[in-house]
């Protein structure tokens, strides 16, 4: 198996986009701490991932946006595990709105989950890996980082951001053995999605207009964006460092 004897954590793992990666982690030999905000979620998702029958997969609960916790948490990580390989950095937020009607805290809010939250792990997981001269650092960003995102404006900033510092993180570390990249998915069907068409025309007739944009002419499945995420997780990507690859239909 391509992930056997190796560990990862997994943040914003209790559905959607993360819970698709724990599972295919796992599904591929790692053991898996899965985080999440809501400690409920995480239960039930490592419970029913951990039913299918590979390696352990432990919820854990936190805040990715406070420094303490996320400190405090990857030390019971570490307790539980031994050691860390591998960071999936996944956990983020948005609901569409034009800039001209956003708040400064929401903003602020955008910014601290989708960027300052992602530093928070790596800052936290990275003297660990460098010690062990293996890592390797999977950050979940978006389309939206890298083309004009409509309707999304302080998230499409805070995604260029983490693509940005993804890039600039593996200059930094990838000469001790920590690769960092970025999968960068285009609307995917998500409890986060689904939501947001619910509760907003505006948002619905973006995503639509955005869907007649992408050349496959339709969403993406979360284990689509898994798929990718464990080529940047496993020895397969052993050469690939400061990366983004785009999911996303051919959307560009
Ligand atoms: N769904 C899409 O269309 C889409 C497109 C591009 C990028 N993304 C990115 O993919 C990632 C996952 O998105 P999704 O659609 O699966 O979202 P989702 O809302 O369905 O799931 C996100 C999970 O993260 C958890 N979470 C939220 N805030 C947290 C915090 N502060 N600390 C820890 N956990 C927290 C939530 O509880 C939830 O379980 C996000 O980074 C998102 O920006 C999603």
Same mark, same amino acid.
């Given at each position: ?26 599904? $591929? ?36 946006? %406070? ?22 950095? $996944? ?11 956003? &708040? ?34 999977? $950050? ?30 593996? @200059?930094?570390? %990838? &000469? ?23 509760? %907003? ?19 993406? @499945? ?14 397969? %990507?052993?050469?690939?460092?400061? @990366? ?9």
């Amino acid at each position: 198996m391509l992930l056997e004897n190796k560990t990862a954590a997994v943040t914003g793992g209790g559905r959607g986009i993360g819970e698709a990666v724990v599972e295919r982690l796992a599904g $591929n030999g790692a053991r898996v701490a899965l985080l999440d905000k809501n400690g409920e979620r995480a239960r039930e998702a490592a419970s029913r991932i951990s039913g299918l029958g590979g390696p352990e997969v432990v919820p854990f609960e936190v805040d990715i946006t %406070s420094y303490d916790q996320v400190k405090e948490v990857f030390g019971r990580v570490l307790d539980r595990f031994g050691r860390l390989d591998i960071l999936v950095n $996944n956990a983020g937020w948005d609901i569409m709105e034009l800039f001209i009607d956003n &708040r400064p805290e929401f903003w602020t809010k955008i910014l601290d989950l989708n960027l300052k939250g992602h530093m928070n792990c790596c800052h936290v997981v990275l003297p660990g890996m460098i010690r062990a001269g293996y890592g390797k650092i999977v $950050n979940i960003s978006s389309e939206a980082g890298r083309t004009a995102a409509y309707g999304e404006t302080a998230y499409a900033a805070a995604k260029g951001g983490l693509i940005s510092f993804t890039r600039s993180l593996a @200059q930094e570390v %990838s &000469r001790y053995g920590v690769c960092v990249n970025s999968v960068a998915p285009g609307p995917t069907e998500t409890p986060m999605l689904k939501k947001g068409i619910q509760l %907003s025309e505006f948002a619905a007739r973006v995503l639509e207009e955005r869907k007649a944009l992408i050349p496959m002419k339709r969403f993406a @499945q979360p284990g689509e964006i898994a798929d990718a995420v464990l080529f940047f997780a496993s020895p397969l %990507s052993d050469y690939v460092t400061g @990366q983004v690859l785009g999911v996303s239909g051919g959307l560009c």
